[in-house]
Nanobody, 119 residues
Framework: QVQLVESGGGLVQAGGSLRLSCAAS????????MAWYRQAPGKQRELVAV???????NYADSVKGRFTISRDNAKNAVYLQMSSLKPEDTAVYYC?????????????WGQGTQVTVSS
């Protein structure tokens, strides 16, 4: 089973920056799309950004121009560079990956990392 481990969350002032990282570990797998989601208290989990295996990206309108998703296929890692952070970006951020292993394909999630933006 592939596991995702996130890091890089924390407390930052509005206007600041943070970089989230997520690395996949396991054996005999390949990763297709990778994505970042977030869930604020009392709200549903929402897609923040997604990156395909060949590098094409899509972003939620709320983060376009401020966040950048990237990946390192050699390291099975995905990153989220967040700039010009706003208090409304406060949430638990989750990494997700679509994994192919043998004859199966499935989505797996990280444990989440808290991002808090103070005003």
């Amino acid at each position: 089973q592939v596991q995702l481990v996130e890091s890089g969350g924390g407390l930052v002032q509005a206007g600041g920056s943070l970089r989230l990282s997520c690395a996949a570990s396991g054996s005999r797998f390949s990763i297709n799309a990778m994505a970042w989601y977030r869930q604020a208290p009392g709200k549903q989990r929402e897609l923040v950004a997604v990156i395909a295996s060949e590098g094409s990206t899509n972003y939620a309108d709320s983060v376009k121009g401020r966040f950048t998703i990237s990946r390192d296929n050699a390291k099975n890692a995905v990153y989220l560079q967040m700039s010009s952070l706003k208090p409304e970006d406060t949430a638990v951020y989750y990494c997700a990956a679509t994994v192919s292993a043998g004859n199966s394909a499935y989505r797996t999630w990280g444990q989440g990392t808290q991002v808090t933006v103070s005003s």
